[in-house]
Every structure is written in structure tokens, then in C-alpha cells.
């Protein structure tokens, strides 16, 4: 046999084994594509009757407090500048920076003696015109008992008076100047006008100072108590206003920059008497008793003003609430431990609670994670946040609370 024809016999045989092993592997595909499709069948729905585990809360009622926020600036009731009130020369300090002083407290003297000299002059001055004040008094009446007898004329007499006058006159000039003179050297001695803290000295002792100079020698601040001032929008007016022209007293709490924590709580004081027109917002000021000294002036603080309290109502924890195309909804673990969709009314959130109007009754447990998995009618099994603490117990029998009755959702 030739060449050839050995060569085309060998591809024929070639051909005749992918055309039987082609057709071995679809027929044995097809035998398995529906044991496949069964086990892929049955496997959705073991996972469709499997309980989903779910984190759930039950709503209840309690008193919600609703606060308005904002940022606020910590600002001291009175801060002075000490500053001399007569020129010398600062022999002696007496305080410490930082130092809390009360009202009164000496923290500083001038060299007094320059006033002393000046109050001496004064004062000798003043005995040199009460000395002419008798002198003229007593030739005054003896001019008065020599005009009876005709033996002085009535101008004679007159002059006398106006001479004792003018003498008295001269009396209270000198006396206002020793009144000064002692005021000047009390000036010598720098006292607290104010109670607070005090800053950074600015002049030390053997200094001139002067009672042009602007730094002055330190400043007090008052720290105890303290006020925050801060804003609310011109919508929030009401809000705050209505509470104050009833008489009630706002609470204000102050928290840290991160809001992690309360610094100080105090009440409303103060409303301005007009709206900003540049930022449509109200000025506020509340007062702190400040007695750790925790709010320091200057410093920015969140506020929450405290405008009214809703008693007993109905809460659950904001994360439980789904927003769809339907509205507002949760799902809560219903009969036969089943969730279920239900509409509901929003009110005010505070601190992660949300207040509920309508859709809930009191005792409804809520679902609060697991919500990804959930639908209509799914079975749920609820998870303990504490091991030791029992899971809220869910309805056993048919009937659902807070509703007329169910309500499909499409729960997305």
C-alpha cells in the first residue's frame, strides 16, 4: 500500500475517535446537568427556611429630652486689666501667676513715701487755714459787738464777714486736697478689684509704672461662675423663646470638642434682643457654676440647650429604622418568631433614640441588624447582646401589637 493512502486512513481513524469521545461527554454532561440543578435546588431552599440571626430590641416608652445644638465660646463674666492709678516706682509683688485671688486682696505696692511728703504738705496746709478760719471768726465778733456801739462802721463789718468767709473757702479747698493727698497714697497699694484667676505678670518689681500703661500688671479673670454664649437659626426662635416668656428655667450642657463628654451644665441666661441679618442667627448666653474650673475662657464648646421634654414616649434605637420607596419602616419579629414589615411615624431622635408616633405599640420588638437578609415572613432567631442576658421574647401566637393588621412592604 502506498504512502498516502496510509496517511489518509490514519487521520479517518483520528476523526472517528473525537466524534466518540465528543459525543461520550455531552451525553454524560446531560445526565448530570439535572442532578446538578436538584442540588443547587435544594441547597436555596435550605437556605430559605434557615433561621436568620438577628440583634433586636423591644420599643419602649420613656421621657425623651430634646435639645437644640450649637457651638459656643466660652466667655469669662468680667476680666480686668490691673493697672496702677498713681506713677512710682513697684517695690513689691505679691502674688503669683495663676493664682486665684479674692476682691480686695493686696498684689502689689508703690513706693509710697513721695505721698506720704504730699499728704504731710496737705495736711499742714490745712491747719494753717483753720488756724485763719478761728482767727477771722473771733474778729468777727468782736466787729459785730463794736458795730452795736457805733464804733465801727456797717462796710467795716461786712468786709470782716466776707473775710471769714472767704477763709472758710480756703478751709475746704485744703481739705479736698489732704482728701486727695490720702487718696494717692492709698493709690500706693494695688488691690483685687474683682474675685478670679490671674494671668501672666507683665511688669516685675523695681519697675517705673505709670497710669498710661496699656498691659497694666496683670490680669483677672472671673472663672467661677462662667458664661458660653452661642447661636441658634432664626427657625429655632420659637423654640426657645415660648419656654422663657412661660417662666421655665433651659438647661444648657456643655460637652468637650468631640462630644464625648459633659464639661459643665448650667442654665439659659440671656437672649439678645435681635436676630443677626448677616447670619439669620440668635445670640444666647447661659451661666455655669464652673466650680472644677473646667470651662476655661476662650474656649470652644458644644452646647445643647435643653427646650422641652416628651413624656413617656415611644422609643426605639435609630438604627432600627428603614427608609424605602414607601416611607418610613422596621421590621419586628411577629408570630411564629417570623419578621414583618411595619410603617411607622417619626417624631424627634435624640442620642441615637428615635421617637415613634404611630406604627408601634409598646413591647414590639424591633430588629436592629440582620436587616440585609430579612424579608416577609422570614424566620429569625434573636441573638443576646449579653451572654447572660435572655433575648426579648417574641410573640408566639397569631396577632400582631401597634397595628390594624399586616402590611406587605417591599422592604428596600
Known sequence: MSTPSRSRRRWFIYAAAAIVFGGGAWYFAQQAAPARQSAYGSFRSR??????????????????????????????????????????????????????????????????????????????????????????????????QLHQQTLVTLQQLE???????????????????????????????????IAGRLGLRQ????????????????????????????????VELQKVVEPIRAGETLHVEAWDRNERGILATGTLRT??????????????????PNTDEKLFPNQ?????????????????????????????????VGAESKATVREVGLGPSENQVQVITKGLAS???????????????????ILAEDPNKNPPPAPKSGGERGGKGKKKQDGK
Open 363 to 381: 413591647g414590639d420588638v424591633v430588629i436592629l441588624e440582620g436587616l440585609d437578609r430579612l424579608r416577609e415572613g422570614r424566620v429569625v432567631t
Open 47 to 144: 437556605d430559605r427556611n434557615m433561621a436568620v440571626p438577628v440583634r433586636a430590641e423591644a420599643a419602649k416608652k420613656q421621657d425623651v429630652a430634646i435639645h437644640l445644638r450649637a457651638i459656643g465660646t466660652v466667655v469669662p463674666l468680667n476680666t480686668v486689666v490691673v493697672r496702677s492709678r498713681v506713677d512710682g516706682q513697684l517695690i513689691k509683688v505679691h502674688f503669683s501667676e495663676g493664682q486665684e485671688v479674692q476682691q480686695g486682696q493686696l498684689l502689689a505696692e508703690i513706693d509710697p513715701e513721695p505721698y506720704r511728703l504730699r499728704l504731710a504738705q496737705m495736711e499742714g496746709a490745712f491747719l494753717q487755714s483753720q488756724s485763719q478760719v478761728r482767727t477771722a471768726k473771733s474778729d468777727l465778733e468782736r466787729f459785730k
Open 300 to 332: 470652644f464648646v458644644n452646647v445643647r440647650l435643653r427646650v422641652r421634654t416628651l413624656k413617656d414616649a415611644l422609643v426605639i434605637p435609630a438604627v432600627g429604622v428603614q427608609f424605602g420607596s414607601r416611607g418610613n419602616y422596621v421590621y419586628i
Open 159 to 193: 468786709a470782716q464777714q466776707a473775710l471769714v468767709a472767704e477763709r472758710e473757702g480756703m478751709l475746704a479747698a485744703e481739705k479736698a486736697r489732704v482728701d486727695d493727698a490720702r487718696r494717692q497714697l492709698d493709690y500706693t497699694r494695688i488691690e483685687a478689684p
Open 271 to 288: 437672649v439678645d434682643n435681635q436676630i443677626d441679618l448677616a447670619t439669620g442667627t440668635l445670640r444666647l448666653k447661659a451661666e455655669f
Open 203 to 234: 511688669v516685675d518689681a523695681g519697675n517705673m509704672v505709670r497710669t498710661g500703661d496699656a498691659g497694666g500688671l496683670v490680669t483677672i479673670t472671673q472663672t467661677r461662675p462662667i458664661t458660653v454664649t452661642f447661636t441658634v437659626p432664626e
